[in-house]
């Protein structure tokens, strides 16, 4: 499974090079893929180096905070790490 954190564009240069920022880890993608115009300041979804989809502010903000309490019940121990995988943990032998 693959999970795209929104990532907010904090650069573009004249290569369609985007500079993002997912969560506090700054990274280099392409916006080659996204069929629609990107702004400084807007949120991407990426793969693989790669923008894929454009979403608004809200949605991206939404999907951050969910992450962030995820990630706050992981560190206190309120989910294990085998919590909500789907069941495969209790398959493997």
Not at 58 to 69: D, H, N, P, T, V
């Amino acid at each position: 499974m693959c999970l795209s954190i929104p990532s907010k564009v904090v650069e573009i240069d004249e290569n369609n090079m985007a500079t993002v920022d997912t969560m506090g880890v700054k990274r280099q993608v392409t916006l080659d893929l996204i069929g629609e115009s990107v702004e400084v300041g807007e949120y991407v979804l990426i793969h693989v180096g790669f923008a894929m989809n454009k979403i608004s502010t809200e949605e991206a903000e939404e999907s951050i905070r969910l992450y962030e309490e995820i990630i706050e019940q992981m560190n206190s121990g309120q989910i294990d790490e085998d919590e909500g995988d789907m069941g495969y943990a209790s398959k493997r032998t």
